[in-house]
């Protein structure tokens, strides 16, 4: 009797979401870096404290305006927050606070959210235009702000 082999399958992964290509690659490029998969967090769950975190600061219109900036599903992001649902949501924090709070949703030390807080930075500005760079960061404390911009 002839024995049948198997193949190993060639076809590629489905994906849990359909996520645009400009989502995927900014989830990915936060996840893959070492900062955050160093501290077994997820790309998306990176994102989504910061982004959230960051959206608590702003004031009400810079949240829309940064969401808009980043485009389709990236900004959507900034809108899977409920913090924004109903007024003004925009609260006055400093650096500790900040990421400390990042720290807490992603259940790591103050001192790895911090990592994580610029890697996320970083995709975002790398993404926006330099006005919405410096308009986000005018809203935020300076030392905050410095991390916030682009290096010169």
């Known amino acids: 009797m002839a024995q049948e082999t198997e193949f190993p399958s060639t076809a590629a992964p489905v994906k849990e979401r359909d996520e645009s290509l400009d989502l995927q690659a900014f989830l990915e490029e936060i996840g893959n870096s070492r900062e955050v998969s160093v501290n077994r967090v997820s790309g998306r769950d990176a994102a989504h404290a910061v982004l959230c975190t960051l959206a608590r600061r702003l004031s009400d219109g810079e949240d829309v305006k940064l969401m808009r900036a980043l485009g389709g599903d990236i900004g ?59 308009a986000v960061a005018s809203q935020l404390p300076a030392d905050l702000a410095d991390s916030f911009r682009r290096p010169v």
């Open 76 to 134: 959507d992001l900034i809108g899977e927050c409920t913090i924004l649902r109903g007024p003004s949501h925009a609260r006055r924090m400093h650096r500790d606070e900040f990421i400390s709070d990042v720290a807490d949703h992603l259940r790591i030390p103050v001192d790895q959210a911090f990592r994580v807080m610029t890697v996320v930075f970083t995709a975002i500005r790398d993404r926006i235009p330099e006005d919405e760079v410096a």
